[in-house]
């Protein structure tokens, strides 16, 4: 997606809506609406009608048929009559003189009287494409239906096929975007918690510990009881200095959005957790700073993953927990200065109560999930050194 | 004894998770097990090398990420030396 500027009072203008549907099926088809030639021919009819009867027809056609280039033909005829008074609105029916050619949206505001069979291009401008989704909001996206829309919008120089494709590409892209969403969200999700189990244990395990570069303290002490046995292994990534703030910033949002946790991220067509607005085309990730507030139709919000300022370092998996919402960044920007990591002295209570909890549960995953070495090579490299069993009997 | 070899070593894996996330080093690791969980140095000394073996790539980093904080703490040192300085002559210069 092209980064559009937000804050541009006339954005809505700029936006070219038809862009959102590249990669959509071009022209104004339904392909699974579409009917052959010969279906069409039956009923076509000359080109001469009144254009009142004409539109009349059109209706009755539509409810009993699905939509073909004969309507837009009628449209065509009757254009003329009504482009006058549609003058000022923004809907603009273009023909296209040849079907294979124009098949793009750009050309506006023909009124041209073409005989014969054209489909006429509905040019789905910002106003339009607006009034299309107050139209179908009102009804309920799932419940939507083209006639209702096309009452609802009362425009006449609209068909039922017009809207009937153009909502389906509609219901499409949501459907993208929510899957994205989705997708983000519990990224994000994942990492909160992450965070929000790390902080009590950064918090309490000794507070000049300094938390370390791939984040270890998230999987932190054996007594955090991390949420899932997931090897935070991938996150040894060099972070960045306001490694700590972040960690306060993280358990706040974690008290705010306790969802469960989620591995693998399979994008999820449930709804995403509560803060996010439940209308996607209008959402916002409320973690955006630049999003949108609901009420601007058409953005397509660009969910771009971003990441920590992390050199790439092998090893991490690609579905990296480092996924992060600039909001969150933004948020402590304040206190960039590190908490000096000088000393690591950890209490000696909490040392034993690790060490206590090492021993005495060895079945909990280990903090770090490091490869274990190999048996034989440590049994070795120990008999080299002169011991024998192990555990030894004495230090 | 295999297996008590297997546990025990799992274990001081374990422990050198531990230590490597208060940021030690491998020397410090030893002497921490040592101290606190009657581990002999050299079982540790032998498990670390085994895994940094095992996991190049990680203890790759983890050194490097300890050298940069050690160079940043050296920073920070001369930095708050030096402030301490100037406020030092500034308030000997005081005079009001």
Redesign the interface.
Known sequence: MEGFDFSCENFLDSIDFDDLFVGMEEGDVLPDLEMDAEMLAEFSVSGGEDSALSFERLEDNSRKLLEHDEEEDKLSSGEETVSKRYDESVVTVSNPSTKEGEKGRKSSGQSKNHPGKRKVKVDWTPELHRRFVQAVEQLGVDKAVPSRILELMGIDCLTRHNIASHLQKYRSHRKHLLAREAEAASWSQRRHQMYGAAAPAAGGG?SK??N???L??IM??PPMAPVHHFRP?HV???PPPMDQPLLHVWTKHMALSPPPPTWPPPPSPHPPPPPSDPSFWHSHHPRVPNSLTPGTPFFPQPLVPKRFPTPP???IPPHAMFKVEPGMIAAPAGQTSPR???D?H?S?ES??A??GD??AK?WQP??????????D???V??QR?G?Q????TC? | MGDSSAAYIHMVQRLIEECILFNMSREECMEALSKHANIKPVITSTVWKELEKENKEFFEAYTKRREERASEMDAIQRIHSLLLETSSKDTNGNDA
């Open positions: 000794g510990r300094d370390g570069p791939w270890a303290p932190g002490f292994l040894w990534g060099h370092v092998p090893g000096p990591p000088l690591f950890p000696k040392i034993d690790v060490i090492a021993l060895p280990l903090p770090l999930g490091l490869k274990p070495p190999s048996l090579g440590v049994m490299e120990l050194q011991i069993k192990i555990p030894p230090t």
